[in-house]
DNA sequence: GACAGCCGCTCTCGTCATTG
DNA sequence: CAATGACGAGAGCGGCTGTC
């Protein structure tokens, strides 16, 4: 569990804003430093409502976007099974249109509007809590008297404002990327009968609605299958035309900010899991996907486009090339016979490879699509590859003639050593990285994390006094090279603030002491060793967490001599 | 079309600790 | 002492794009 600086009026050293912990209590307050160290009522404020201590806004806000949005695109948002085997069998002609229209209304049926008020609120109130003078001299920004907004209330500010950006960002990549209006369909009265169905028998038997006190003996993942059914009914009755709040929602006194709370919770504990167009498109069709034509090579590695990405250049080109096969052209065009100057007409297989007997890049709806295609996200030179070109200039020249527009690039890229990488903008200056600022700035996405962790985190003294920590002239803080941050579940990719931690040296680093811990998991059959391999391989089948931890204390205890 | 500066992407090398 | 793994850092090729 995360824990806060508390807030304390003896140790904060300038003016901050501080607020109930509680997601949804709109308890706010200006912070004051003690005049005397030692006098002086509410030297630890707490919240009125709740009687619980305060914590400062900039610290909190940012955990209540994470659940919110972990919440709004958690995998398990996207159609139940039950559902979707129901429109599969009975409407088949209407899984599109179904699928997408679920994942419209995913944002408003698990609680968005409700966010957006809140972030309103709270903003709203941060900025009462500031006098008019000093709200001048922030719109003014810039340099103007320096002194009137301290650091604090002005670092708060920006955290209110990054993380309320954070918030629209992802809502306007769910209606732009993930979901495609022109599919949008009203659902036929048969489906939507269905729906009413469904959505009673699925409240009736929910644990959390029918007794909320049982909870407590609930594990963590049967609480958030509940939660989810729950939210899971709130975008059912939206994309019916109903108030996502039913009745039975509201006796049960589950707001959308207990749902929120509980989303933390299970983001905390690792059990949310973003969803990607992939997954939309991977109900939708029933094509193999990239992911299958690569697991039928190794099937014992589960691999997504990352890892096609990631992967060495001449697999991932026959694998892109492989699922080019098993894509249902005729879907995407009727007619593949283009007209090519001094040849005629030619009839293209889109089912073949591309060569210059089969020239695929110069019909526009293939070139379109593959190029456009976000998951395969590919550059005119891979595609140039792919079709045995040599010149990547002949694809931009099509791309050119058909009015395909060139894609915004991405700044980050995936190292075979299997970790992200970033390109900095200019106006990170690292002091001991390029010092002379003649290159771009490569940096390893988690560092980037940790650094901007750090900076949000912290005070201004405490940066400066950081011993990991270089600053430069513009009031940024960079880690010192040397310095290396760890992936603590080792999973290069899961660059999460809380799967990180920050080492002063690699010597340090190695001194993390793994093997007490993993002799541990082997004495408890979370390890096995596998002759037939000579190898220690994961025991999937078992779960030690599943142990009471006094069995746990038993079996691990040290062994004893005789 | 030549040129320059920028940038996408890949590849390589270095350090340190551990292991056998 | 060589091999290996985790991590850091940046060189370099050649494509992209704007300008003349």
């Not at 009736?204 to 609605?209: G, L, S």
């Not at 992967?311 to 005729?330: G, H, M, P, R, V």
Request: charged share 25%; proline share 4%.
């Amino acid at each position: 569990m995360k824990t806060y600086s508390n807030v304390s009026r003896k140790t904060v050293r300038e003016d901050r804003i501080a607020i109930c912990p509680i997601f949804g209590c709109e308890s706010i307050k200006r912070v004051k430093p003690l005049k005397f160290r030692f006098l002086g009522f509410g030297k630890y404020p707490k919240c009125r409502k709740h009687r619980i201590p305060l914590v400062y806004v900039d610290e909190r806000i940012g955990d209540f976007v994470d659940a919110a949005l972990a919440c709004f695109f958690d995998k398990a948002g996207l159609p139940p099974n039950d559902l979707l085997e129901y429109v599969k069998s009975q409407v088949p002609d209407e899984i599109t249109s179904f699928v997408e229209g679920w994942v419209y209304c995913i944002t408003v049926g698990r609680g968005a509007p409700i966010v957006s008020r809140y972030m309103d609120t709270i903003s709203n109130t941060y900025l009462k809590q500031l006098t008019k003078k000093q709200i001048k001299a922030i719109k003014r920004g810039g340099t103007s008297k320096p002194n009137l907004v301290n650091k604090a209330i002005k670092s708060g500010m920006d955290e209110i404002t990054f993380q309320y950006t954070r918030v629209l960002k992802h809502l306007r990549a769910h209606s732009e990327v993930l979901t495609d209006r022109q599919k949008l369909q009203a659902l036929s009265k048969n489906l939507q009968n269905y729906l009413k169905e469904w959505q009673k028998n699925t409240l009736e038997n929910n644990k959390i609605i029918k007794s909320p006190e049982n909870r407590q003996e609930m594990a963590l993942e049967e609480i958030k299958n509940n939660y989810d059914q729950i939210l899971n009914i709130g975008t059912c009755r939206c994309l019916i035309g109903l108030d996502p709040e039913s009745k039975e929602i509201k006796k049960a006194k589950l707001t959308a900010f207990d749902r929120f709370s509980a989303y933390y919770e299970f983001y905390t504990e690792r059990l949310a899991t973003k969803f990607t167009k992939l997954d939309i498109e991977k109900i939708c069709s029933e094509n193999k996907s990239v992911i299958k034509v690569l697991k039928s090579k190794d099937s014992s590695k589960e691999l997504n486009y990352y890892d096609i990405k990631a992967s060495t250049s001449s697999c991932k080109l026959e694998a892109i090339k492989d699922y080019l096969k098993s894509i249902n052209w005729q879907v995407i065009s009727k007619n593949w016979t283009i007209q090519v100057k001094g040849q005629g007409s030619i009839t293209l297989n889109p089912y073949k490879s591309c060569s210059n007997q089969n020239p695929l890049y110069k019909h526009k709806k293939w070139l379109e699509w593959i190029y456009l295609n976000e998951d395969l996200n590919l550059s005119d030179r891979t595609i140039t590859k792919i079709c045995g070109l040599k010149n990547h200039k002949s694809i931009r020249y099509w791309r050119n003639k058909f009015n395909i527009q060139t894609k915004e690039e991405s700044g980050f890229y995936f190292n075979p050593d299997g970790y992200i990488d970033l390109y900095m903008p200019k106006t990170y200056k690292h002091p001991e990285l390029n010092p002379f600022g003649k290159k771009r700035i490569q940096r390893r996405e988690h560092i980037v994390k940790m650094e901007n962790h750090l900076m949000i985190s912290s005070t201004s003294r405490e940066l400066d006094l950081h011993p990991y920590l270089i600053g430069d002239d513009n009031g940024m803080y960079y880690i010192k090279t040397g310095c290396i941050v760890h992936h603590i579940n080792y999973r290069k990719r899961d660059n999460y603030i809380d799967n990180l931690w920050l080492y002063a040296s690699n010597s340090e680093h190695n001194n993390t002491n793994i093997n007490p811990c993993l002799s541990g998991l082997i004495k408890l059959g979370q390890i096995l060793f596998s002759q037939s391999n000579n190898k220690y391989i994961l025991n999937s089948n078992f779960d030690y967490r599943n142990l009471e931890s006094e069995q746990i204390k038993e079996i691990i205890k040290p062994v004893e001599f005789f």
